[in-house]
């Protein structure tokens, strides 16, 4: 099963560096308007359907700022639910409850989108061998919390860094060849022979011409990027099972079950975190007492 737990102390560091921007020196709106004493209860409502992501985010934040806040949450990472529904319950000193909040929903909110975004593209291609997965295509700083987020819909995630595994794309091969395709499969050869056993090592084409020298220079995961249907199914076949072949490009909700179709192993996906909407979830006070 997909693991859903995310590390701790990145998390922290998010949340420190959250709130150090958003109250360096403290809610003063808060501080003025609110006795120190006043208890609230919030709930964390779903304004619209969604899958649900960074439940224990918010949690953290909520504790982060009043380790004595209760937040009792209502629903499973991954979960899926309607609108109406009550996500989570917070309980806690009045003024604490409301310094975390805007932190809390921003990143909940954010995730829970890239999820419900991540799960509509899986439940396209349901019945293919295709898996969907994320890019590094994420906001600086929050690839952690985005990229489990695309695991709570139900996608996988490609490689976390630059430092984690070899993908080279057309700008890499347009340097190492220096114009010259010849020289393709005996360069990628060389660098490969220069890794190590366990290094993945996956390289972008955009024709159908690159196919076979790439292959022959023994690579694991030949991309096949911005291709049209008929040369994704083309090159699909020629690939052979000889690697793993990845599509990617031009994939949205009405064509990735298509491309799906056409028999690739991996659609990689950018919009799935850099360009989602904020899911509406919001946090209302049932109940304030001096």
């Known amino acids: 099963m997909t693991s ?61 700022v009043d380790p004595d806040t209760d937040v009792e949450l209502l629903l499973a990472e991954g979960a899926a639910f309607d609108a109406g529904t009550h996500l989570a319950r917070v309980t806690g000193n009045a003024r604490s409850v409301l310094l975390a909040e805007r932190v809390g929903l921003n ?67 347009a340097v190492m060849t220096g114009g010259d395709p010849a020289k393709l499969t005996a360069l990628l050869a060389a660098a490969k022979a220069q890794l190590g056993h366990t290094t993945h090592f996956e390289v972008e084409v955009d024709s159908a011409e690159q196919i076979e020298p790439v292959l022959a220079a023994g690579v694991d995961t030949i991309m096949l990027d911005n291709f049209t249907l008929d040369e994704l199914r083309s090159g699909v076949k020629q690939v052979d099972g000889r690697a793993v072949v990845e599509a990617s490009g031009n994939v949205n909700l009405d064509t990735v079950a298509d491309i799906a179709a056409a028999g690739v192993d991996v659609i990689s996906i950018g919009g799935l975190t850099h360009s989602v909407a904020a899911l509406d979830l919001g946090l209302d006070v049932e109940l304030s007492v001096g």
């Open 4 to 64: 859903l737990t995310l590390p701790a102390a990145p998390v922290r560091d998010i949340l420190e560096r959250a709130f150090a921007e958003d109250a360096p020196n403290g809610d003063i709106t808060s501080q003025l308007l609110i006795p120190a004493d006043a208890r609230a209860t919030a709930v964390l409502n779903a304004r619209v359907p969604g899958v649900f992501s960074g439940g224990t985010v918010f949690r953290d934040a909520m504790k982060l």
């Open 107 to 173: 990143l909940v909110q954010r995730m829970s989108a890239i999820a419900t975004k991540t799960a509509e593209f899986v439940r396209l291609v349901e019945g293919t061998q295709a898996r969907i997965t994320d890019t590094r295509k994420t906001t600086p700083g929050l690839r952690v919390l985005e990229r489990y987020a695309v695991r709570c819909g139900g996608g996988a995630n490609h490689r976390y860094s630059l430092s984690d595994a070899v993908l080279a794309k057309d700008n890499h091969l």
